[in-house]
């Protein structure tokens, strides 16, 4: 049992990594990037309370009723257009904060 406790506890560590990364880099869209980190946290139980996924936490929540890239194609563009100026607005106002959250993930979990 061990075993599979550390293997669950590596890829958590290794996905946490790569978001990060792809996050940081805009690999990835800045509101998906958020609520997988925010998400991640729940891979391990130790991490449900880390101060370094907080801000992902406050960030994902406050964008909670943004559609997911499948839901997209079920909402109005009127929606739509409002939840990528609400989601660009929220990106200016968080990236600097953002990458060095990222940083200290990348960092903490490498």
């Known amino acids: 049992m061990h075993g599979v406790d550390e293997t669950l506890r590596l890829e958590t560590k290794n996905a946490v990594v790569n978001t990060a990364r792809d996050l940081a880099h805009r690999r990835t869209p800045f509101i998906e990037g958020i609520r997988l980190l925010a998400a991640l946290r729940f891979s391990d139980s130790r991490l449900e309370n880390d101060p370094d996924f907080m ?27 409002k939840c990528d100026s609400e989601a660009l607005a929220m990106h200016e106002e968080h990236v600097r904060l953002v990458r060095l959250a990222c940083d200290r993930l990348i960092e903490r979990f490498s």
């Open 55 to 81: 801000l992902f936490v406050a960030i994902a929540s406050e964008t909670d009723h943004h559609p997911s890239p499948e839901v997209r194609k079920h909402c109005s563009q009127a929606w739509l257009e």
